[in-house]
């Protein structure tokens, strides 16, 4: 397995000239904020940097965002090319998403939800409120339920829409809040089980379906769940 060598480390799933594929671990932030805590976009700049002796600032565009505690599949572009392209197939929502959730409750087997998502910047949370609130954005995910063990279920989510916080407000908004999840609905101090398990979408110079994943980490309540790669 391939890693960034950096600290922390990160595993690389995917690279070629156009594009970095990590696993994103849990607890670290996509891009810097202004807490000036390690971030997933600065370290992979010291991996390319480092790796390929790049004298300078090294260019590489975060093409989509993660939630600090949540782990998974992020794409980086190392081309302006690459990232110009891929921006496309997001803005045209040809990019497949899926995500594995561990929840509480009873979910169905299947289901599909929408809601009306309201974001406050000032408190950085996610509300659902009618259609007809201003500012306020559709939001649309199917699920699957994989496996249950111990009154915890596992879920592969499929995201059709993607606003912030979405799968975490609407599982929740339904009566199954994520397992961790205290901004939505769960007592326990931990962090959410929820990761970003795969993404499928054309390469962007090659014109042709590229498919990645990769496993939540081996901690609890992942841990209770055969989890398979092509799941």
């Not at 590489?60 to 794409?75: A, C, T, W």
Request: glycine letters at 4%; a positive charge; charged letters at 25%.
């Amino acid at each position: 397995m391939k890693t960034t060598r950096t600290s922390p480390d990160i595993e690389i799933i995917f690279e070629d000239n156009h594009l970095l594929v990590v696993n994103k671990p849990v607890g670290l932030l996509s891009q810097e904020d202004h807490t000036g805590d390690t971030d997933i976009l600065t370290l992979c700049k010291e991996y390319i940097k480092n790796e390929y002796k790049k004298p300078g600032n090294v260019f590489l565009g975060l093409l989509h965002r993660l939630d600090r505690p949540v782990s998974g599949v992020m794409m980086l572009a190392k081309t302006s090319k690459a990232a110009s392209r891929i921006s496309e197939q997001i803005r045209r929502r040809t990019i497949k998403k899926k995500y594995l959730a561990v929840v509480t409750g009873n979910p169905p087997p299947n289901g599909y939800l929408t809601h009306h998502l309201l974001k406050d910047e000032k408190t950085n949370t996610v509300q659902v409120v009618e259609p007809n609130v201003k500012h306020s954005q559709d939001a649309k995910l199917m699920f699957q339920r994989l496996e249950t063990v111990d009154d915890l279920h596992l879920l592969k989510v499929s995201l059709m829409t993607g606003r912030p916080h979405q799968i975490r407000v609407q599982l929740s908004e339904e009566g199954y809040p994520i397992w961790g999840d205290q901004k939505y609905g769960q007592s326990n101090r931990s962090t959410p089980a929820l990761h970003a398990f795969s993404l499928e979408l054309e390469h962007p110079t090659l014109k042709k379906e590229i498919f990645f994943s990769a496993k939540p980490p081996k901690i609890t309540p992942w841990n209770k769940f055969s989890i398979k790669t092509s799941t």
